[in-house]
Nanobody
């Protein structure tokens, strides 16, 4: 199983970025997929999660209204559209998969099964 995140970069506050995560190695169509982030010196935190179909989504309060998670099961991809980026969004972003339909928020907080390497997002003033 491999998860490859991409799309990070250096942007200014207020800008947008779209992260992508390509999943391979198995069929993820019945799995929850999510994005997490870890800022320097801080613990990794949940950012956004999508149920197996993408029909149910969850967001951390800090990104609600600014970030949008989506997935394309036909392409085994999950995306994170990040708008109106803030300095505090600076972190390494990770995509992750859980062997769970992801219909409940708790599914994303109780440990994910597969993790990808992160992609750095840096927001400057």
């Amino acid at each position: 199983v491999q998860l490859q995140a991409s799309g990070g970069g250096l942007v200014q506050a207020g800008d947008s970025l779209r992260l992508s995560c390509a999943a391979s190695g198995r069929n993820f169509n019945r799995d929850a997929m999510g994005w997490f982030r870890q800022a320097s010196g801080k613990e990794r935190e949940f950012v956004a999660g999508a149920s197996w179909s993408g029909g149910t989504v969850f967001y951390a309060d800090s990104v609600k209204g600014r970030f949008t998670i989506s997935r394309d099961n036909g392409k085994s991809m999950v995306y994170l559209q990040m708008n109106n980026l803030k300095l505090e969004d600076t972190a390494v972003y990770y995509c992750a998969v859980k062997d769970n339909l992801g219909l409940y928020y708790e599914a994303f907080l109780n440990g994910m099964d597969y993790w990808g390497k992160g992609t750095q997002v840096t927001v400057s003033s």
